[in-house]
């Protein structure tokens, strides 16, 4: 036993060791990133999240000339101890033997290797002074998490509230991680029902409906529920309070509307405008529409090809955004409602008003076109969620989704208390919510995709794991060893 536990320090070692040297180096060789983002979490400004620009402020408070340097190594030094947390977790939750748990070593740094290597931005994420420098450490270890609460199958319960706090948390350092609450739900709604069909089939030998129900209940729907509305609740809360604090406004992250209107405005027409009544707000459309269109902001303009739309909208999606939307937009609240030099915030809630109304006013024109190009944009939301961009690898992708589809339908068939395939299962369900919840709002570059890439190969490894085992446990039965 001795020897089995020194054999086992020796791993999370080695992995911790691992894990030091490269953030270690990504520190010791780089310099804290200033990126566009930084500057509004810097101002705490209402159009981002709280946690991080608390994070700024509090360290700024601790050492004003060199807070961009210490949030830098906390973001290594968080990324070092949350990786080699899920090392430990998943090696003893899943027995996984030395090279395995190397190998799970490596995929967990393969955000890391990616996004500066082949992305557009070539960031080194934890050297970034952005939300990415703490998320891609916190995700997957809130990931562990709602896997320790599925695999012990209580529904409620608190490994349960513990992984709803920790996605709570994430979605207060970016927002798109509300789709974390889903995942939470459905996970949770799942073992309450797989436990009452148990409870009932124990106690009536039969599905009975309303056996069945009265059990649903007993084992915690609504506390499930609850929750589930406290945490939406909790999180709006705590925003319009922090943005309260901060600014005297009390209102939530706001640029969301902003950011859609991009993606309704990249496929409108110019005869769209027609349906705008108001003359004044239908001359905004078209300065916008016009200003756009002459440099070939357009979906008219995309190449063809579903990759080559994809990243052509991808293109357009910023400058839509901030330049031909925002800058007009800007000038007519100022035009129309008098000089807001000095309250950039209320003019920014003006200006988010605006995208609101015409989003509404456009929509029903646009919603064919809109939703192509939406389909689009997820298309290539799910190959970065696995892989990277390209012709070849879209392919690739289709197969390593559908391989991951199958082998999860077959080893829940012959392995019904399986790990990996609710892994696997759920997983899936992740990038499914984040991809399509994304391409709401915004473009689906990679650093927004790749979360979920670690866990996928995982849960894939775990699969492929588990089936060999059974494989050899029958063959070794039928020659009888």
Request: proline share 3%; glycine share 4%.
């Amino acid at each position: 036993m001795e020897k089995r536990d020194n054999r086992e320090n020796i791993v999370y070692v080695a992995a911790f060791v691992i894990f030091a040297v490269f953030f270690g180096v990504l520190y010791f060789t780089g310099e804290p990133i200033y990126v566009g983002d930084t500057y509004q979490y810097e101002h705490q400004m209402i159009m981002r999240e709280p946690v991080y620009s608390l994070l700024i402020q509090f360290v700024r408070f601790l050492s004003p000339e060199h807070h961009f340097q210490i949030i830098v190594a906390l973001q290594n030094l968080l990324a070092v101890a949350a990786n080699t947390a899920v090392v430990v977790f998943m090696r003893r939750r899943c027995g996984l033997n030395v090279p395995s748990t190397l190998l799970f070593t490596g995929i967990l740094l393969m955000p890391h290797i990616m996004t500066p290597v082949l992305s557009r931005t070539h960031l080194l994420l934890t050297n970034a002074l952005m939300t990415e420098g703490i998320s891609y450490s916190v995700y997957p270890l809130a990931y562990m998490s709602l896997l320790d609460m599925m695999w012990e199958g209580k529904p409620v319960g608190k490994k349960s509230f513990r992984t709803l706090a920790l996605f709570l948390l994430l979605s207060l350092i970016r927002g798109q991680m509300m789709v974390l609450f889903v995942v939470w739900f459905l996970v949770a709604y799942i073992l309450t029902v797989r436990n009452a069909l148990r409870a009932t089939d124990k106690v009536q030998g039969k599905r009975d409906p309303f056996c069945l129900a009265e059990n649903i209940g007993k084992q915690g729907l609504i506390a499930i529920l609850t929750a589930f509305v406290i945490v939406f609740v909790a999180k709006s809360a705590v925003i319009h309070v922090y943005n309260y604090l901060e600014q005297g406004l009390f209102v939530d992250t706001i640029s969301s509307k902003a950011m859609a209107f991009a993606n309704v405005l990249y496929v409108t027409d110019r005869q769209d405008g027609e349906v705008i009544e108001d003359e004044a707000f239908r001359e905004l459309f078209y300065e916008m529409y016009d200003s756009a269109d002459v440099n070939d902001m357009n979906y008219t303009d995309a190449p063809p090809g579903i990759l080559a739309k994809a990243k052509y909208h991808e293109d357009c999606h910023d400058e839509l955004n901030f330049t031909y939307f925002g800058e007009t937009a800007k000038s007519y609240v100022e035009r129309t409602q008098g000089n807001y030099t000095d309250r950039f915030q209320e003019l920014m809630i003006e200006v988010d008003k605006i995208a609101a109304e015409l989003t509404g006013l456009l929509m029903p024109q646009v919603i064919g076109r809109y939703a192509v190009n939406y389909l689009y944009v997820i298309a290539l939301g799910f190959i970065r969620s696995v892989a990277v961009e390209h012709t070849i690898l879209a392919w690739y992708t289709v197969l390593i989704y559908a391989a991951a589809a199958v082998l999860t339908v077959v080893l829940w068939r012959k392995d019904p208390k399986s790990k990996a395939a609710p892994f696997m299962a759920v997983v899936l369900v992740t990038i499914v919510g984040n991809v399509c919840a994304t391409a709401l709002m915004i473009q689906c570059i990679s650093r927004y995709m790749i979360y979920n890439f670690p866990l996928f190969y995982m849960a894939g490894y775990l699969e492929l794991k588990e089936l060999v085992n059974i494989y050899r446990e029958r063959h070794g039965r039928q020659d009888g060893i």
